[in-house]
């Protein structure tokens, strides 16, 4: 079955430090990607999305990720971490089917330290 | 735009209490999803409308039911809530067209708690 790995539960960084969230995807074919962020107490928005082409991506907020079909990996990456970028990041993958869903990692929770 | 609304926002039930939560968007898409959030589980999926007038279960779909009312609108019922459904609900919509039509947009969230 599909599925989505975010090893990191948790990742503390210091404001200025840069920053890189992993993410690991089983997938047959091409995959779509995705990185979502979530705020304390808000929904998910969008940071970036991967469906073919250039594999390193830009998304808003100053974020990038890089599509590694090799290492089956779409890690999320920031040269240098803001405090307001506190919040959990999830990974999703599109199903192979024909569903249309999306298969979530269970995210990682960003802690910046000042 | 407002994109994706979810109503209420908050919501406190007694055991065996039922209650609708509702959702509209207005993008035009095809595709709408309702989420469960609890913590350390990620997001899992209760149900999803393909489209208007299709329904289908996805990860977790006892205690509830939906409906999809017409393109826009996507509704949760919880005909006898229990203490295992106390939880953030999300709902999303997807264009469901063409490449990136698998791209969700979400909603704010309702959080239920059930005494």
């Known amino acids: 079955a599909q599925s989505v790995t975010q090893p990191d539960i948790h990742i503390t960084v210091s404001e200025g430090a840069s920053l890189e969230l992993r993410c690991n995807y089983s997938?047959?074919?091409?995959?779509?990607l995705f990185w979502y962020v979530q705020s304390p107490g808000q929904g998910l928005q969008l940071l970036l999305k991967?469906?073919?082409?250039?594999?390193l991506v830009q998304g808003i907020k100053g974020f990038e990720a890089e599509f590694k079909r090799s290492q089956s990996s779409f890690n999320l990456r920031k040269p240098s971490v803001h405090w307001s970028d506190a919040a959990e990041y999830f990974c999703?993958?599109?199903?192979?089917?024909?569903?249309?869903?999306?298969?979530f990692g269970s995210g990682t929770r960003l802690l910046v330290r000042p | 735009n407002a994109g994706v609304t979810q109503t209420p926002k908050f919501q406190v039930l007694k055991t065996g209490q039922s209650m609708t939560l509702q959702c509209a968007q207005d993008m035009n898409h095809n595709s709408m999803y309702w989420y469960r959030q609890d913590p350390g589980m990620g997001l899992r999926l209760i149900y999803y409308s393909a489209s208007e007038g299709t329904t289908d279960k996805g990860e977790v779909p006892n205690g509830y039911n939906v409906s999809r009312l017409n393109k826009r609108e996507f509704s949760l019922r919880l005909e006898s809530a229990a203490p295992s459904q106390t939880s953030v609900y999300f709902c999303?919509?997807?264009?469901?067209?063409?490449?990136?039509?698998?791209?969700?947009?979400f909603g704010p969230g309702t959080r239920l708690t059930v005494l």
């Open positions: 999703a993958v599109g199903a192979e089917d024909s569903s249309y869903k999306l298969i």
């Open positions: 999303a919509s997807s264009s469901r067209t063409g490449p990136g039509g698998n791209t969700q947009y």
């Open positions: 997938y047959g074919a091409t995959p779509y």
């Open positions: 991967y469906f073919s082409g250039d594999t």
